[in-house]
């Protein structure tokens, strides 16, 4: 049963994927201006696949968001606002972005060794952690 | 921290700061060294003292930093809100890519300037305040952090920074650039309708405006188009984004007007102006200048040819008077 499922894990992504293909009319034959932002994406049938697969993505965001501990909906809105390019790029890197936090904070978990390390980094001018260190570097 | 206690018996002292040394001077030489040294600096002095400050609390150095750009651009924004909207529980952060967002929802233009230091200086010197992504730790111990980049002093080889709990953070160029690469030098200004990035090309002006526009209305936009086609008069692109934001405003005889401006210049892109100019002209009833234009489109061809091709075709059977036969009939 396990492998079973593990086997069609790619079954919801196909079914989405046919659905949206079949419910989205195609536009090209229609007399009509060129969007700011089909011309943004490429060509016309290029804009529509990046518009699918960008609806993908954005589900893979949303479920990563929630998986961080974000609250769903509020996740939904903040999917909601990232470009195409943004959520494609999320959906792949997530978990490698970096997250501006805090040197606050950090100093509480921090251990001896990387303590020193930083404090004599920062001393040198290579790193710019502790408030307090005046830089010897001119 | 578990194999250097059983050593503490020899006294580490020596060797963690020996160890502390070579760790600094390889992080050092792994990256690329700093790109512009304060004696080469050239620019002059800037220090711009009405962007505000909001010492961050616990994690939220990027709703504060947000909060500072924003506030300077004429959206009070307040940090702690911000942080409700954009923590990421798990990571104890925020992400580049939902700040981003998070100013575009704002009716804000975020720019990402690029990853040159006298990129950014170019744009302290525009009056124009920089977030930036540092990474104040080392590569492989990272400690992430947003900052605002408010002033550079050429003669002391500094930067001043809105940063932490420090309304004025000064640093040296050559520290801060070490931090800065280790964020991969990514830099954003934030900027109210109309303002332009010192260092924008029309090519990224244009996806930024793109992807603000996929979130508000085009009276939004329309400032920073304009500001935008007359910085780059050459750029097809921009006057299309004009052209369609004036469209969507039902202004059809000033987009029709900017579109024949750019054609008028020999910009780039022009099939595609042709095809809307021909719609909107389509639009105001004059068919004659419609289909001329919508043949030039045809005519010069490209990616959007089939959307061409239909609205010749509208235009043409419209203009014979057998609306019937205009749906697609392909």
Not at chain 1, 61 to 78: E, K, T
Not at chain 2, 14 to 34: D, E, R
Not at chain 2, 185 to 195: A, M, Y
Request: with cysteine.
């Amino acid at each position: 049963m396990l492998e079973l499922q593990h086997r069609h894990r790619w079954l919801p992504g196909l079914i989405a994927v046919v659905f949206v293909l079949t419910v989205i009319p195609v536009p090209a034959t229609q007399a009509k201006m060129i969007s700011t932002q089909a011309l943004a994406a490429g060509a016309a049938a290029d804009a529509e696949r990046a518009r699918i697969a960008a609806m993908l993505e954005r589900d893979e965001v949303h479920a990563q968001l929630v998986a961080l501990g974000v609250d769903p909906q509020a996740a939904r809105n903040r999917v909601a606002a990232l470009s195409d390019a943004q959520a494609r790029a999320l959906a792949k890197h997530i978990d490698n972005m970096p997250a501006g936090g805090s040197t606050l904070t950090f100093l509480v978990g921090i251990g001896l060794v990387v303590f020193l390390v930083l404090l004599v980094t920062d001393i040198l001018g290579f790193t710019d952690v502790f408030p307090f260190v005046k830089k010897t570097v001119h | 921290m578990s194999e250097f206690g059983g050593a503490r018996a020899a006294s580490p002292w020596p060797l963690l700061v020996l160890c502390a040394g070579l760790l600094a001077l390889a992080g050092c030489a792994s990256q690329n060294g700093p790109q512009l040294l304060a004696s080469t600096l050239t620019v002059p002095p800037v220090e711009l003292l009405d962007v505000p400050f909001y010492p961050q609390t616990a994690y939220h150095c990027g709703p504060a930093a947000l909060a500072t750009v924003l506030g300077w651009s004429g959206v009070s924004a307040d940090p702690e809100q911000l942080g409700t909207e954009l923590y990421i529980p798990a990571k104890h952060g925020v992400l580049q890519a939902e700040l981003l967002a998070r100013a575009r929802r704002s009716r804000r233009l975020a720019y990402i300037i690029p990853p040159q230091l006298a990129e950014l200086l170019r744009e302290l010197e525009s009056g124009h305040p920089v977030l930036v992504l540092q990474n104040l730790g080392l590569s492989w111990y990272p400690i992430w952090h947003y900052a605002v980049v408010v002033g550079v002093q050429p003669i002391n080889g500094n930067l001043v920074l809105r940063s932490g709990d420090e309304r004025r953070h000064v640093v040296t160029i050559e520290t801060f650039e070490r931090t800065w690469a280790r964020g991969e030098r990514w830099g954003i200004v934030v900027l109210p309708p109309g303002e332009l990035p010192a260092t924008a090309t029309a090519v990224r002006l244009f996806q930024s405006l793109a992807d603000l526009e996929t979130q508000h209305d085009p009276t939004t936009t329309l400032p920073s188009w304009r500001a935008a086609v007359k910085r780059f008069p050459k750029d097809g692109r921009l006057a299309l984004g004009l052209a369609n934001a004036l469209y969507e405003s039902d202004r059809l005889a000033s987009a029709a007007a900017v579109l024949k401006a750019a054609l008028e210049r020999q910009t780039d892109w022009s099939a595609v102006l042709y095809n809307n100019l021909a719609q909107i002209e389509a639009d105001r009833g004059n068919w004659a200048v419609a289909e001329t234009a919508a043949t030039q489109a045809v005519r010069l061809g490209g990616p959007f040819l089939s959307t061409f091709r239909a609205t010749l075709r509208t235009i043409q059977c419209r203009r014979a008077g057998k609306p019937t036969d205009c749906e697609p009939a392909l």
